[in-house]
């Protein structure tokens, strides 16, 4: 069954909005800046595109398909907002980026689609650009697969999927989190072959 991300925003039922960016990419931020060209992908209401902005990128693009996820939020010079699916990315968007930044939108993807997700974020990069992820990997204690959206993720299946296309550079699980996803969340930085 297709999530219909616009009317869960609509609706209020948008739960995994905190109002804030991920803890452990302002952790990660502090250390390294995410520099140059950077796309989010599934970016909500873009906190942590402002986040990455804020950091000192040249360029952020914060991208959803669903239109009411960033409708009236706030933006700054240095970031966008871009109505459109990972899935159908525009000529412009390949290739393009030195950074993506992953955070609750690789769990909102169904099982059978996830290799397109890493095949998408994969050619939205420039050889040797960063994938940094804060993978939310067990948003629900069933670990049924089926169960979702948000869908669990294992350690085992990140290695698996992204072997191909990256190389693992860092895995950690984030200093902090927001409350109720600790040790639920793996941060990991990845680099395209
Ligand atoms: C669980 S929400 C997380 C939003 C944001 N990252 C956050 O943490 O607040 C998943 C988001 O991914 C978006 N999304 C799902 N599939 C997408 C796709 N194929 N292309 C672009 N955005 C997508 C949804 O509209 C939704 O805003």
């Known amino acids: 069954m297709t999530t219909d991300w616009k009317t869960l925003y609509q609706s209020g039922e948008a739960g995994w909005d905190k109002g804030a960016p991920a ?17 989010v992908p599934g970016c909500g209401r873009g906190h942590d595109v402002r986040a990455i902005a804020a950091a000192g990128a040249d360029e952020v693009i914060g991208l959803d398909l669903a239109p009411s996820a ?20 525009s000529t412009e968007f390949q290739s393009a980026f ?50 979702g959206p948000p869908f669990n993720a294992t350690l085992e299946e990140l290695d698996t999927r992204f072997a191909e296309h990256f190389t693992l ?25």
């Open 98 to 147: 030195d950074a993506v930044f992953e955070h609750t939108c690789f769990c909102a993807i169904p099982r059978e689609r996830r290799d397109d997700y890493v095949q998408a974020v994969a050619g939205a990069l420039k050889p040797g650009g960063l994938l940094l992820g804060v993978f939310y990997l067990n948003p629900r204690d069933d670990p049924d697969p089926t169960l």
């Open 23 to 39: 803890p452990g990419l302002l952790a990660f931020l502090a250390e390294m800046p995410l520099m140059g060209r950077v796309l």
């Open 169 to 193: 550079l860092r895995s950690e699980t984030p200093a902090r989190t927001f409350p109720g996803r600790e040790g639920r969340e793996v941060l990991r930085l990845l680099q395209k072959k």
């Open 70 to 89: 960033f409708a009236g939020a706030e933006t700054v010079p240095n970031m966008r907002f871009v109505l459109g699916d990972l899935f159908a990315l």
